[in-house]
């Protein structure tokens, strides 16, 4: 969707995309699981969309794994990728108890917890499992406003829409250059911030560095750094898929205040181990196809960094 252009369109467009963007979600589970395995074939058969790059990471991240049991993993993952796009739909136009019955939040105690002792909280995801459902689910399940950062999508129609469809249960989507704005402005308020932190920072942005899946990788420390500024706890959310439509979701804290001056990369260091034990658990969960290790430690020591980006460039959904 990232590639379409809005330029040149006809008065009509915008309502043709509503209206076929709304149709999608009125198909059913099955026929969007048909389609999932026609994009799966495409994408992983015919054009090998980025696939030479995952077989690479994988074979860095699992060098104990033989060459069979990884080019499973891929295959499995590309499958997962192509029914969250269409799964993704579907949840768009799905009531609250529907999204209950196909995501089950194991423990939501964790969370409303801190919200019921008038207490902000920091939620880190990642692009593993169904991301797509997390905001909608926990909005539905939580009853209180989750306020998710992402990357607003080229085509205004389509951007519309998918904003909509995850403010439908009290998620709020914040386009990433408005996030500081807002967390300023909302600071003195009890609220909850969701954000996919796995993303790769650009090389002139500040980061942390660890040994992740066997390899140097690079982390945004904002993360860190927001649950400073709130005094938040910070939680690590967890997704795995029970089968085919269906996943379980698991809340586990990763820290809690009093935070000293090292907290930030104290944060996103326990964030990246709780990942990487998700991903050794489950590796086909994980979006093998997202260029995480797009550089190396060295060429990025070569670079100057630029602090003004560290909190805004880094929360951008995918």
């Known amino acids: 969707m990232r590639g379409l252009e809005s330029r040149h369109e006809s008065p009509a467009y915008p309502i ?40 690479h990471d994988l074979a860095n991240a699992f060098p104990e794994k033989i060459a069979a049991e990884r080019a499973r993993i891929l295959k499995r993952a590309y499958r997962n990728l192509a029914d969250g796009m269409m799964e993704a739909f579907w949840g768009y136009g799905a009531s609250a108890q529907a999204l209950k019955r196909r995501v089950a939040i194991e423990n939501p105690e964790v969370v409303t917890h801190f919200w019921k002792e008038g207490r902000s909280v920091v939620l880190l ?13 926990a909005g539905a399940q939580f009853g209180f406003p989750i306020e998710a950062v992402y990357q607003p999508l080229r085509v ?18 914040i386009p ?10 909302r600071a003195s ?16 942005d500040p980061k942390h560095w660890t040994r992740f899946l066997n390899q140097d990788t690079a982390f945004f420390k904002g993360a860190g750094r927001i649950a400073q500024f709130l005094d938040a706890p910070v939680l690590f959310v967890s997704m795995h898929r029970v089968r085919r439509g269906y996943y379980t979701a698991r809340l586990s804290v990763l820290a809690e205040p009093p935070y000293d001056e090292r907290a930030d990369t104290l944060i996103v260091e326990r964030y990246a181990r709780a990942l990487e034990e998700a991903i050794r658990e489950h590796p086909a969960e994980w979006l093998w196809v997202q260029k995480k290790w797009k550089y190396t430690k060295q060429s990025a020591a070569q670079t100057r960094p630029k602090e003004k980006h560290a909190a805004t460039a880094e929360f951008s959904d995918t």
């Open 189 to 204: 308020q009890t609220r909850a911030y969701a954000l996919i932190a796995d993303q790769t920072p650009r090389q002139e």
């Open 125 to 137: 995801a990642a692009h593993y499992g169904n991301w797509e459902w997390l905001l909608l689910t």
């Open 156 to 173: 205004p129609t389509v951007d519309a829409f998918v904003r909509e469809a995850r403010s439908r249960f009290g998620g709020k989507p």
């Open 16 to 55: 043709l995309m509503q209206l076929l963007l709304k149709a999608l979600t009125r198909i059913p589970m099955p026929l969007l699981h048909a389609g999932a395995w026609v994009i799966y074939f495409v994408a992983f058969r015919v054009v090998r969309w980025r696939r030479a790059r995952a077989e």
């Open 176 to 185: 990433h250059k408005e996030f500081i704005y807002t967390l300023m402005s």
